[in-house]
């Protein structure tokens, strides 16, 4: 097994709803990851989880809540979401030690 | 800080020119350095990655990045590129994990 699996593909929201994103990995990374990518612009980085702990947080808005469940998991969890928050939400793994980061297909986000 | 930042926005090429597109990096540190590819529809692909050594690195589908430390540059190669070479390229440094992305460049090969 040596891809990221995202769930959902497509995720449609309203302001005061609340959903999740997951992710999944088997591969045995110990880094996982989430970006974010607006139309035409390069993936940004949200979150950084290394051994299942928080390692990075990009100041993202409290609306946008990390979860690690375990070694091959990760969760985002989004509540009270704005429009322009609407963007493809990439979950990302890799090794621990440098060697590039191996991307999901993302979930494409659209907040009403 | 850490930064990436990439000159072509837009490059229009015909089959079998040669392509560079420039990338050029600032970060304080070991710096490890990416060339992803974006395809139209599909998701962000690995084409190669630097990390120490020979400064020219060779990567998938004919696609080779020399690193000129001096310059701080990574810019990269093909020889003669295909049609199905048409997507978005973006460039990364990172140190341990945070990947930076440059703003990318996108490629369209005209057959």
């Known amino acids: 097994d040596t891809e990221v699996t995202q769930t959902p593909k497509h995720l449609v929201m309203g302001m005061t709803n609340k959903k999740s994103l997951k992710c999944e990995q088997h591969m045995g990374h110990r880094a996982m990851y989430w970006y974010k990518q607006k139309a035409k612009k390069p993936p940004e980085l949200m979150f950084v989880?290394?051994?299942?702990?928080?390692?990075i947080n990009e100041s993202v808005p409290s609306r946008f809540s990390p979860e690690c469940p375990n070694s091959s998991l990760l969760n985002l969890h989004l509540h009270a979401l704005q429009p322009e928050d609407s963007a493809l939400y990439l979950c990302?793994?890799?090794?621990?030690?440098?060697?590039?980061?191996?991307f999901g297909p993302g979930t494409r986000l659209t907040v009403l | 800080a850490q930064s990436v930042s990439q000159h072509n926005h837009h490059v229009i090429l015909s089959e079998a020119a040669s392509l560079e597109l420039g990338c050029n990096y600032s970060y304080g540190g070991t710096v490890n350095l990416f060339w992803y590819v974006q395809y139209p529809g599909q998701h962000l692909q690995l084409l190669l990655k630097?990390?120490?050594?020979?400064?020219l690195v060779k990567g998938i589908k004919g696609f080779e990045a020399e690193f000129i430390k001096s310059k701080f540059s990574f810019n990269l190669r093909k020889p003669s590129v295909q049609w199905s070479d048409t997507a978005e390229y973006f460039c990364a440094c990172s140190g341990t994990y945070k990947y930076i992305f440059g703003t990318g460049t996108r490629l369209k090969v005209l057959a």
């Open positions: 990302a793994s890799s090794q621990v030690k440098p060697s590039g980061i191996l």
């Open positions: 630097y990390f120490s050594g020979d400064p």
């Open positions: 989880y290394s051994y299942e702990k928080l390692s």
